[in-house]
């Protein structure tokens, strides 16, 4: 049995069921057709690992989440619930909040660089085919061997400009760069911005030491992503929150099993997440999640079709919560058959059958035991939360987020030196006047004739290029397993 003081209350089916904090990062599914209550049960959750001390992160999808800030009411239905499932006295209180918002209008604004981001992830935001992908990768790779940062997308766009002006001087190096795959990856970028991208690249970049907070009560904060808006943008939407994912693995140190999460991470609409994602990145992804739980991180998908999931990462999601499916066409069936096979068999009950039968806010319930089994299935109703249902006022947010420990450091972008200017820079002088970071002094090296600056230019890249593999930038820039800039921002 679980320690009860410090665990999660989530269902009732008769007796009480309860979520383990020590194997909280052992991750979870959350699933059901819409309207069975899957964001309650989200909530309920989020909310209880708040309590014992546990940060969270979750993307609000249809403005409904921002409750959980907020006291609930002794509304007919939850005081009818409680009664029902005889949780006696109900003490109403919201958790701590910190509201996040890609655009900078429902929360503090969430940046990263584009060096952070990767080729890979990048090529993903960008719908880009394999030989472009491969003309990303060069482009990033000539930037980290010379020191040059890739902050937002303007210094993307200089960074292509150059590569592809000087292509022929690049090939032998780095490979072919071919004039169509650089006008498709710009075509591209011109799509990103006019989703408003462009306001997700950046500084001040996010600091994800903000994210795995508690407040003066020993309470985790509860991240909440304003994602009602994003969700415009599915792939930015799926990309961003994989790269959240793939940072925490990548910058977390490793503490094996711990007593309860450091960080529970919400992976709603997670269809989106491996809709027509190359087999290359479902790997990956595969990977992060498999390796991540050693980080303390716990990653729960919440989807509408168990199915919406690959298998192998499926089969890593011991912690249940199914809600009702609707067996309506031949992939409905195979998705209720296919969830009916994931849980552990109670002979009392027929799975496959009750998974179509069930009311809302009832769902089978199966989570994994100290030693990491998962538990019999079992029908339940899930517990009412102690916060508020649905969504809150703009005043209320707006309140939130000035009282927030983070406000007015994010809400004020820096445009330091960078990419752009550095190569703006260099069409009026040769690369060999021009200091890289890492290094002191200037070469003072005279000019060369103007008729050959162009090729003294790259004439001096590769020569630091070949600098950096034994340089202090050459020790720094090294890319985890999605692409990003693993140990730290250079």
């Not at 925490?248 to 503490?255: A, D, G, I, K, S």
């Not at 290359?280 to 998908?301: A, C, D, M, N, P």
């Not at 999931?309 to 309506?328: I, K, T």
Request: glycine share 10%; charged share 20%.
């Amino acid at each position: 049995m679980p320690d009860l003081a410090h665990s999660i209350l989530v269902a009732k089916a008769g007796h009480d069921l309860f979520l383990d904090p020590a194997i909280g990062n052992r991750h979870g599914l959350i699933a059901g057709a819409t309207g069975t209550g899957k964001t309650v049960s989200l909530q309920v959750i989020a909310e209880r690992f708040s309590a014992i001390g546990v940060p969270v992160f979750m993307a609000d999808v249809k403005g409904d989440l921002a409750g959980i800030s907020e006291p609930g009411t002794a509304k007919p239905k939850i005081v009818e619930r409680i009664k029902q499932l005889g949780l006696g006295s109900y003490e109403y209180a919201g958790s701590p909040v910190t509201f996040w918002d890609l655009y900078g209008e429902q929360g503090h604004p969430v940046r990263t660089t584009v060096s952070d981001m990767g080729p890979l992830l990048f090529s993903r935001l960008l719908f880009l085919n394999e030989t472009q992908s491969g003309v990303l990768t060069i482009v990033f790779k000539v930037a980290d061997d010379n020191g040059l940062l890739l902050l937002d997308l303007k210094d993307l766009r200089a960074m292509l400009d150059y590569v592809g002006s000087n292509a022929d001087e690049f090939r032998t190096q780095y490979g072919n760069v071919s004039a169509a795959s650089i006008g498709a990856i710009q075509r591209g970028l011109l799509t990103l911005e006019e989703q408003g991208g462009d306001k997700f690249f950046g500084e001040p970049a996010l600091d994800l030491d903000d994210l795995m907070q508690t407040d003066a009560k020993g309470r985790g904060m509860v991240n909440v992503l304003a994602a009602d808006r994003l969700m415009q943008a599915p792939k930015l939407y799926a990309t961003f929150l994989l790269w959240m994912l793939s940072e925490l693995f990548e910058r977390l140190p490793e503490v094996g099993d711990p007593e309860k999460p450091k960080l529970v991470f919400f992976f709603d609409e997670a269809h989106l997440l491996f809709n027509d994602a190359p087999q290359t990145l479902l790997g990956k992804i595969e990977q992060v999640v498999r390796l991540v739980r050693s980080k303390g991180v716990g990653v729960y998908f919440v989807t509408q079709n168990p199915l919406d999931v690959p298998d192998v990462v499926l089969g890593q999601l011991g912690n249940r919560v199914q809600h009702a499916l609707r067996a309506f066409t031949p992939r409905d069936q195979k998705a209720v058959r296919a969830a009916a096979e994931t849980f552990r068999t109670n002979p009392k009950l027929n799975v496959e059958k009750v998974i179509s039968e069930l009311a809302v806010g009832e769902a089978l319930v199966s989570f994994l035991d100290a030693k990491g089994t998962p538990g019999i299935v079992e029908r339940a109703f899930v517990v009412p939360p102690y916060s508020q249902i649905g969504p809150i006022t703009p005043d209320q947010r707006q309140q939130i987020v000035k009282s927030s420990v983070v406000f007015g450091h994010y809400e004020q972008t820096v445009d330091r030196e960078s990419a752009f200017e550095r190569l703006k820079s260099r069409t009026s002088q040769t690369l060999d006047r021009v200091q890289v970071p890492g290094t002191t002094g200037e070469s003072t090296s005279p000019s060369r004739a103007p008729g050959r600056q162009r090729e003294t230019i790259v004439e001096a890249m590769a020569k630091s290029a070949m600098r950096a593999a034994g340089s202090q930038i050459g020790r720094q820039i090294i890319r985890g397993v999605l692409g990003s800039i693993f140990g730290g921002r250079r």
